[in-house]
C-alpha cells in the first residue's frame, strides 16, 4: 500500500499531500475551498522528528518515557 497516496488518485476525490509538521500547512489545507469532492489530505511526518534519540524510532511509540529523557527530549525541542 505504500505510498498510499499513489492507491488513491485512481478515485475521484480532492487528494493534498502536505509537511503534518507544518502547522500553517494543515490550517491552509483545511480551509482551503472544496469542489464537492470527498477530500483526503495526507500528512507527512517523522516519528519524533526533533528529538535525536526518538527521530525514525518505532518503540518509542510504546516505551515508557522516563523524567529524564522527558527533560532531555523538552530541551532538544526547545533549543530548535
Known amino acids: 500500500m505504500?505510498?498510499?497516496w499513489d492507491k488513491l488518485r485512481g478515485f475521484e476525490?480532492?487528494?493534498q499531500i502536505i509537511d503534518g509538521h507544518d502547522p500553517d500547512a494543515i490550517r491552509e489545507a483545511l480551509a482551503r475551498?472544496?469542489?464537492h469532492r470527498p477530500r483526503f489530505i495526507v500528512l507527512?511526518?517523522?516519528k519524533g522528528r526533533g528529538v535525536s534519540f526518538m527521530e525514525?524510532?518505532?518503540e518509542w511509540h510504546?516505551?515508557?518515557l522516563t523524567e529524564e529523557?522527558?527533560?532531555a527530549a523538552i530541551r532538544?525541542?526547545?533549543s530548535r
Open 76 to 78: 532538544e525541542i526547545e
Open 13 to 15: 476525490i480532492d487528494l
Open 62 to 64: 510504546y516505551l515508557p
Open 69 to 71: 529523557l522527558f527533560q
Open 2 to 4: 505504500s505510498p498510499l
Open 56 to 58: 525514525n524510532r518505532m
Open 44 to 46: 507527512r511526518t517523522v
Open 33 to 35: 475551498p472544496t469542489d
